[in-house]
């Protein structure tokens, strides 16, 4: 395989939305984010942990459903207790202290990050193809100032999340 190329057509490549059935959500500003974890209550929910606390984020819509100011530092740093809809749950956690989410669904989707230019992140989101040999992939999230803590997908498979220091951006394909 011939690398030099592969980091070429990754650098080239434009960033664009994914495609249907995926549909961006507006992004979510915030600082400090550290780490994040999905959550079931009926629909897709994300656990939002930053320096200013816990919120629940419906992947839906996107909307805030649950805040918390408290700054809770966890004995396991990858579980968090759940709020509003989440509460009582333990949630597994993925970013600054590790973890991961799913990175493919059951019918073909699948994130892969990628640094032609490293430490400049990207994700890619690919259906059904090997992106470093194929062209069925969408190259969706690049790395521009804000550290990526985490990315991947709800155990649904219905959401995919892109978790950075500065923001969050969700696609949905429920509803």
Do not use: Q
Not at 70 to 79: I, K, N, R
């Amino acid at each position: 395989m011939d690398w030099t190329a592969v980091r070429r057509r990754f650098r080239e490549a434009p960033l664009r939305p994914p495609p249907a059935p995926w549909r961006a959500l507006p992004p979510i500003k915030m600082g400090g984010l550290t780490d994040v974890g999905f959550g079931f209550a009926g629909r897709d929910l994300l656990l939002v942990a930053s320096s200013a606390g816990r919120g629940v984020f419906d992947c839906l819509s996107g909307e805030r459903v649950a805040r918390d100011y408290e700054d809770v530092c966890p004995d396991d740093p990858l579980a968090r207790e759940g709020i509003g809809p989440l509460a009582g749950a333990e949630i597994r956690m993925a970013g600054l202290w590790g973890g991961g989410l799913l990175t493919t669904t059951g019918d073909g989707w699948a994130v892969r990050l990628v640094a032609p230019d490293w430490p400049v992140e990207s994700v890619l989101l690919s259906k059904d193809d090997e992106p470093y040999r194929g062209r069925n992939w969408w190259y969706i999230h690049r790395e521009e100032g804000c550290e990526l803590r985490a990315f991947g997908f709800s155990p649904t498979g219905a959401t995919l999340a892109i978790a950075s220091t500065c923001e969050l951006r969700l696609f949905s394909r429920g509803g």
